[in-house]
């Protein structure tokens, strides 16, 4: 967590019910604390036109499921 209590890592699954997980994403972005956050997109598909969408939304990776612990640690461990 940074200073303040907001999370460093968001992992936002893209298709949840009733929601639209781009349009989540773009409203995380736009808070000031999600500025410098790691964003993953967490989905069932690796097309490349879902992985366009992912980044153009505001996302910092797409991984596909079952996503690779080891991968997903790797990325943790970018930031900070």
């Known amino acids: 967590m940074v200073e303040g209590g907001f999370p460093e890592v968001v992992l936002l699954y893209l298709e949840?019910?009733?929601?639209?997980?781009?349009?989540?994403?773009?409203?995380?972005?736009?808070?000031?604390?999600?500025a410098?956050?790691?964003?993953?997109?967490?989905?069932?598909?690796?097309?490349?036109?879902?992985?366009?969408?992912?980044?153009e939304a505001g996302f910092d990776h797409h991984l596909v499921k079952p996503v690779d612990r080891y991968l997903l640690d790797r990325l943790i461990r970018t930031i900070g």
Not at 18 to 23: A, C
Not at 40 to 52: D, I, L, N
Request: with cysteine.
């Open 36 to 55: 410098n956050a790691l964003i993953v997109a967490v989905t069932g598909h690796g097309e490349e036109e879902e992985c366009r969408r992912s980044y």
């Open 16 to 34: 949840m019910v009733g929601w639209d997980g781009y349009q989540t994403c773009r409203m995380v972005r736009d808070t000031e604390w999600a």
